[in-house]
C-alpha cells in the first residue's frame, strides 16, 4: 500500500551542511521574512508543483545512458495513437504507483495506472505527453510478481492502495528505486561515485502494514459510485446516499466504505455506526451535493490518539456541515458517544462551495475539543484542524533519524531553527538537545490559526493556544518567534 498521505516507510540521506557565519548574529524585525514561505496556494506556487510533478514522472521515461540511445532514437519515431490498444509487460513503479511499461521493438514509455511489475496486460492509450503516452489496463494476460492477496475489499477501486496486492516488501523496493532515481536524476548525484553508499541510506521499513493512519477523512455524496464490474443490475435496490473515499480521479463520487484498513478499529467502530444510521430518513440529514450546491453533512473526519495516562486509544469525530444545525446532529452525537474510545466530538461548518474540510467555525458537541498524542517523549494536545504526522509509529522512527543525523550533543553549543516549521514537532524535540536558549522556531500564521506552544522543562507538554492575534486586522501572515 503505497499511500502518498502517509508516512509507511523511510529513505534517509545525509549531506554535511556548514553554519554560516551570519547564524548566530540572525535577527527579524520584518513581518515579511517569509513571505516567500506561505502556505497560500498562488499560481506559481501551483505551476511550479506541476512542473515538479512533471519531472518526477519524467525521470522514469527519459533515458540517461549512452548505450540506450538507438532504443531512444527508435522511441521518438514511434508514437502510439490515443484509443490504440497495445500489450505491454509493466517494468517498474513510477511516480503515484503508475507502471512504467516499454512498447517491444521502440522502447517508447508508456505510463497506466493499476499495473503492477511484471504483469502483462492489454491497455488502451488515453493521452499522449511529449516524449511518452498515458494509458488505461483493459485486461490481465499473466500476473505480476510478488502478487499477495489484497486484504481490503476496496482495494482494486479505492485511490488509497491501489498497490495493496503487491508484498510489501516489492513496494519498499519500488519506492526505494523511486528515490535512488530522483536523488541522481534531479539531484545530479552520481550513483558511481564511492561516496553515494554514504549519501544514500538503506530504506526504513515500518513495523505495522495496517491500522497505522491517525487520521481519515470521509466524504458525503448523494449517490454512490460503482465500479464497471460491480454496477447493480436492475431492479437491485440500493441506498443512493454514500459515505466514503473518492473514486481515483474524481472529486464528485464516492466509493461508499464501511470498513478502512488505514485506521484504527475504534474508528472503524464509529464509521459503522454512523453508516448504520445517518440514512434514516426520520433524522432529516441530507448529503452535500457538489454541483447544486446543497445538503448538509460534507465529510466525517476520524482521528485516533492515546491517552497519555493509559496509553489506550482516544477518538475525536468531526463532522464538517454546510450549516450549524446542531439538533440535527444530536441523533448521531448520542450514538456514537456511546463507544467508549470517544472522548470528543466537534463539528466544523464550512458554508463556501469548495470540498475543504476545515471550516470557518468550529463547535464542540460532545467531550473535549482535542486529543493527546505523544511522539518523542513530547505531548501534543491535537484539535480538529491541526496538522499531525498521519503516522505516529513511523513518525517516531522518523525522528530519531533526524536527531542522531543532527549531530546535537546537548551542551547547548548549538543553535536550532525550525524554518516553516508548522506544529513545530521536529524543532520540539531537537529542543531538548540543542540550545533552550537559542532555539528558534519560525512559522507561517494566518488570521484566526492555532499555534503551538510547548514548557521549556519537563515533561515538555505542547499545546495549542486558540486565536493568537496577528500584528493587524487583515494581515495574511506574520513571522513569530520563540
Not at 533519524?401 to 546537548?410: F, Q, V
Not at 484566526?448 to 521549556?456: E, G, L, N, P
Not at 486558540?466 to 500584528?471: L, M, R, S
Amino acid at each position: 500500500m503505497m499511500r502518498s498521505h502517509s508516512l509507511r516507510h523511510l529513505t534517509a540521506t545525509t549531506t554535511t551542511i556548514s553554519s554560516p557565519s551570519w547564524l548566530p548574529k540572525f535577527r527579524s524585525s520584518s513581518g515579511s521574512a517569509l513571505a516567500s514561505l506561505s502556505f497560500a496556494q498562488n499560481p506559481q506556487e501551483n505551476q511550479q508543483q506541476q512542473q515538479k510533478q512533471q519531472t518526477q514522472q519524467k525521470i522514469y521515461c527519459d533515458s540517461s545512458n549512452d548505450d540506450k540511445k538507438s532504443d531512444s532514437n527508435r522511441a521518438s519515431s514511434y508514437f502510439p495513437k490515443r484509443g490504440q490498444e497495445l500489450e505491454l509487460v509493466c517494468e517498474s513503479l513510477a511516480y503515484k504507483g503508475k507502471g512504467v511499461c516499454k512498447v517491444a521493438d521502440t522502447g517508447f514509455v508508456v505510463l497506466c495506472d493499476r499495473v503492477l511489475p511484471g504483469e502483462k496486460f492489454i491497455g488502451r492509450v488515453t493521452r499522449k505527453k511529449g516524449s511518452y503516452a498515458e494509458m488505461t489496463k483493459l485486461k490481465t494476460l499473466s500476473p505480476h510478481w510478488d502478487s499477495v492477496d489484497a486484504p481490503c475489499e476496496y482495494a482494486s477501486y479505492c485511490g488509497g492502495c491501489k498497490t495493496q496486492n503487491l508484498s510489501y516488501e516489492a513496494q519498499l523496493r519500488a519506492k526505494e528505486g523511486q528515490v535512488r532515481d530522483l536523488v541522481v536524476h534531479v539531484g545530479k548525484f552520481s550513483d558511481k561515485d564511492p561516496e553515494f553508499a554514504g549519501i544514500m541510506k538503506p530504506i526504513v521499513p515500518c513495523d505495522i502494514q495496517f491500522h497505522y493512519r491517525n487520521k481519515m477523512e470521509f466524504s458525503f455524496g448523494p449517490k454512490r459510485w460503482f465500479p464497471k464490474e460491480s454496477l447493480p443490475k436492475r431492479g437491485d435496490h440500493i441506498e443512493n446516499y454514500a459515505l466514503g473515499l473518492h473514486a481515483p480521479g474524481f472529486f464528485d463520487k464516492v466509493l461508499n466504505i464501511d470498513k478502512c484498513l488505514l485506521q484504527s478499529e475504534p474508528a472503524n467502530l464509529v464509521l459503522a455506526a454512523v453508516q448504520d444510521y445517518w440514512r434514516d430518513p426520520q433524522l432529516g440529514l441530507s448529503p452535500y451535493d457538489v454541483h447544486s450546491h446543497s445538503g448538509f453533512l460534507k465529510h466525517l473526519m476520524l482521528r485516533t490518539g492515546s491517552d497519555v495516562k493509559t496509553g489506550l486509544p482516544e477518538l475525536m469525530v468531526n463532522f464538517v456541515t454546510s450549516s450549524y444545525k446542531p439538533e440535527l446532529l444530536r441523533p448521531l452525537v448520542e450514538k456514537i458517544s456511546s463507544v467508549p474510545e470517544v472522548v470528543s466530538i466537534m463539528n466544523n461548518v464550512n458554508t463556501s462551495v469548495g470540498n475543504t474540510s476545515v471550516g470557518e467555525e468550529e463547535y464542540t458537541l460532545y467531550g473535549k475539543s482535542n486529543i493527546t498524542e505523544t511522539l518523542r517523549g513530547l505531548t501534543f494536545q491535537i484539535s480538529a484542524n491541526s496538522f499531525f504526522q498521519t503516522n505516529t509509529h513511523q513518525a517516531e522512527v522518523l525522528y530519531k533519524l533526524i536527531e542522531d543525523c543532527a549531530g546535537l550533543r546537548g551542551d547547548g553549543s548549538k543553535i536550532v531553527l525550525d524554518l516553516f516549521c508548522g506544529t513545530g514537532t521536529i524543532g520540539l524535540t531537537l529542543a531538548r538537545w540543542g540550545s533552550q536558549q537559542n532555539w528558534w522556531r519560525f512559522w507561517q500564521c494566518f488570521s484566526k490559526a492555532r499555534h503551538c506552544h510547548f514548557r521549556s522543562k519537563p515533561p515538555w507538554y505542547a499545546h495549542e493556544i486558540d486565536q493568537v492575534p496577528t500584528k493587524a486586522e487583515g494581515t495574511t501572515h506574520c513571522l513569530c518567534i520563540v
